[in-house]
C-alpha cells in the first residue's frame, strides 16, 4: 500500500515536471540559455528603477521616513550598521553589472545579494520599531519586498528560491523577533498573500515573454530553413555564403560551390504522386546535409528540386571527390511509398561545381552563375553527372 502511494507521488512529480518543461518553458533546453540572457536583458531597465531607487532610500531613509510617517529615529539607530552597509554595497554593485547580461550568473547572484540584504534590512526595521512600541505593518514592507523582486526581472527558477526566502524571513521574523502583537497571524497571511500574488505575476511576465520567444524563433526558422527538408533557405544560403567568403578571402582559403538538380523529377511526381515526390526531395537533401561536416558547410534548398551546397576550406580535388560520393549514394536511395512498400525508382541528380582556389576573390554571384553554367553543362551532356569549373577571377577552367 505504501509503495503504490510512492509510486503515485512519484508519477504526480513527474506530471508536474513534464507540464512545466512543456507547458511553461516552452523552448528547447540548447536554447533555454540565450532566451535567460535575452530575459535578463529586457530586464535591464527595470532592474535600473529599482537600483537607483534602493540607492536612494538606503542612505536618506533614517531621517525621511521619521520626518513623512513618523517612524522613531531609535528604530534605525538599533539597526546594525552592517545592514545599512550590505544593502548600499550590493546596490552599487549592482548598478555596475546590471548591464553585463552576458555574464549571467554573476548578475544573478549580485542582485539577489542586493535584494535578500533589502530584505534583511526591511525586517529589522520592523522588529526595532516594534520593541519600542511602534507598529510598522507587515503590508509595508512586504510590499516593498515583493516591488524589488519584481523589477529584479529573474527566471523561474530563481524567484521560486527568492520568494521562498521571503515568506521564510517574514514568518521567523513575525514568530520570533517581532514584539508579541495579538494579529501576528493575520500579518502573516497577509504577507503571505501580497508574495504569493507577486510570485504568480513573475511567472506570468516569463510565461508570455517565453511564448514570444517561441513564436519569434519559429518565425525566423520558417524564414531561414526549408520545411521540407530543414535545408537552409535560398535568402539564407545566400546571406551565409556571403559572410563565408568574407571569411575565406581573409584566411585565404579555398571554397566550393555546388548547385544540384533531381532529374526527370517530374516524371516522378506524375508517375508516383506528390507524396513520393516529397520523400525524395527529403531523402536527397538529407544525402546533401551529410556532406556538411562543419559549422562553415552550408547546404540549402533552392526551391523545387534544385539544391545547392557551399563547402570552405575544399579545394578543387576535395570538392570533386566528395560530390562525387554523393551522387553515388543518390543513385542507390531506397525509397518506399506511402504504404512503407519499396519502390522500383532509381534517382540521380545532375551537378555544376564552382571551385576558388586559395587568393582568388570571388563574389557570391561569381560561383552561383559558373555552378549555375555547369550545371546547364552537366544537363545538356546526358544529366546523372558532375561538372564543376576552377575559377580564377575572370579566367576558367572547366571540366565534366
Known sequence: ????????????????????????????????????????????????????????????????????????????????????????????????????????????????????????????????????GFDIPITVPATVIVGFGALAGLTARYNVVF?????????????????????????????LMICLVSFVGALAVEHAARSAWKDTSDLAYRANYDDLTGMASRAYFREQVEALLQVARREERPVALAILDIDYFKSVNDQYGHVVGDEVIRSVGEEIRLLCRRSTDVAARLGGEEYALFLYGADASDAQRMLGELLQRIRVLRLHDPAGQPIDLRVTTS???????????????????????????????????????????GAAEADA
Not at 571551385?355 to 544537363?379: C, E, F, H, M
Request: a positive charge; glycine letters at 6%.
Open 163 to 191: 520568494y521562498l526566502l521571503v515568506t521564510s524571513s517574514i514568518i521567523l521574523a513575525e514568530l520570533c523577533l517581532v514584539a508579541p502583537q495579538p494579529s501576528v497571524m493575520i500579518d502573516i497571511f497577509a504577507a
Open 351 to 393: 551537378c555544376g561545381m564552382s571551385s576558388v582556389p586559395p587568393g582568388v576573390t570571388a563574389t557570391r554571384n561569381d560561383l552561383l552563375l559558373t555552378a549555375d553554367r555547369q550545371l546547364y553543362i552537366a544537363k545538356q551532356s546526358g544529366r546523372d553527372r558532375l561538372c564543376w569549373e576552377l575559377f580564377r577571377g
Open 1 to 132: 500500500m505504501q509503495l503504490s502511494k510512492a509510486w503515485t507521488g512519484l508519477d504526480a512529480w513527474s506530471g508536474v515536471r513534464t507540464w512545466y518543461r512543456n507547458h511553461f518553458l516552452q523552448i528547447d533546453p540548447d536554447q533555454e540559455t540565450r532566451f535567460q540572457r535575452s530575459f535578463l536583458h529586457a530586464g535591464r531597465g527595470r532592474r535600473m528603477v529599482g537600483i537607483v531607487l534602493l540607492i536612494l532610500i538606503v542612505p536618506t531613509a533614517p531621517w525621511v521616513v521619521p520626518a513623512v510617517f513618523q517612524v522613531p529615529r531609535p528604530a534605525f539607530e538599533s539597526i546594525p550598521s552592517l545592514l545599512w552597509w550590505m544593502t548600499l554595497g550590493f546596490s552599487l554593485l549592482s548598478l555596475g553589472v546590471n548591464w553585463m547580461t552576458q555574464l549571467r550568473l554573476r548578475l544573478i547572484a549580485v542582485i539577489s545579494a542586493m535584494n535578500l540584504s533589502a530584505i534583511a534590512y526591511l525586517m529589522a526595521l520592523r522588529v526595532t520599531a516594534s520593541h519600542i
